[in-house]
């Protein structure tokens, strides 16, 4: 079945240092690719997204590229603030005919940005 | 407007005891899904209402069961509450399979989850 593996955390780094996040997925078909970020004491938002290969989905200063032969969609920024700390998950969702629109997601990884 | 709205955000339970969360999704979404999120686990997809009906299940026990009402609103029980029950239940609302070629690429709003301990 589907799947979502990325980088075990937590990630520190101290601000304005270069951030990224591996995440390889596996999936049967041609899935459409997310990151959600959970801020503390808050619920899951979507940060970016891309729904065919060689898409790039940016948002904030965040992007990542859906590379299919690699079957990743690592998360990347170039300059982390300390406002960026927080629980990134990826995700995928794969379209299995009918009505079958579940996520799938990775395990999350923390990120912790110092001063 | 209002986003996801869970209730309770907090809550004990002991082992044995039955609860029931609710979730109110953003106004004229029909899709609801719930979440499992756990240390260990991580996010684990629960179930899936749309339009009162059950349209997708994840790989719980019976134990666990969820509805969703006319209004959309959801609610989602578990019975004979275990230790492993622990955990932040996440609701998600959202307008898959409503728009043309939205398909599954729209994005889930979460709700801030509900926080359940069992002792």
């Known amino acids: 079945g589907d799947s979502v593996t990325q980088m075990e955390g937590p990630v520190t780094l101290s601000e304005e240092a270069f951030l990224t996040i591996n995440c390889t997925y596996t999936a049967t078909g041609y899935p459409s690719l997310f990151w959600y970020v959970q801020y503390p004491g808050e619920g899951l938002q979507l940060l970016l997204k891309a729904t065919k290969a060689d898409d790039k989905g940016s948002n904030k200063g965040f992007e990542a590229t859906y590379r299919k032969e690699t079957t990743s969609f690592h998360l990347e920024k170039g300059s982390v603030q300390v406002s960026d700390s927080a629980v990134y998950f990826c995700?995928?969702?794969?379209?299995?005919?009918?009505?079958?629109?579940?996520?799938?997601f990775g395990k999350g990884t923390l990120l912790t940005v110092n001063p | 407007k209002a986003g996801v709205t869970q209730t309770p955000r907090y809550l004990i339970k002991t082992r044995g005891q039955q609860v029931t969360l609710s979730c109110s999704p953003i106004?004229?979404?029909?899709?609801v899904s719930w979440y499992q999120q756990t240390p260990g686990q991580g996010l684990q997809f629960l179930f899936e209402y749309f339009s009162e009906t059950q349209r997708n299940k994840g790989n719980f026990p019976g134990r666990f069961s969820g509805r969703q009402f006319s209004n959309s609103r959801s609610e989602m029980n578990v019975s004979t509450l275990e230790l492993g029950d622990s955990a932040l239940y996440l609701c998600a609302s959202s307008l898959r399979g409503e728009i043309a070629g939205l398909g599954n690429t729209g994005e889930l709003f979460f709700g801030e989850g509900s926080r359940l301990t069992v002792l």
């Open positions: 995700a995928l969702s794969e379209y299995r005919g009918g009505s079958n629109y579940k996520l799938t």
């Open positions: 106004s004229g979404h029909r899709s």
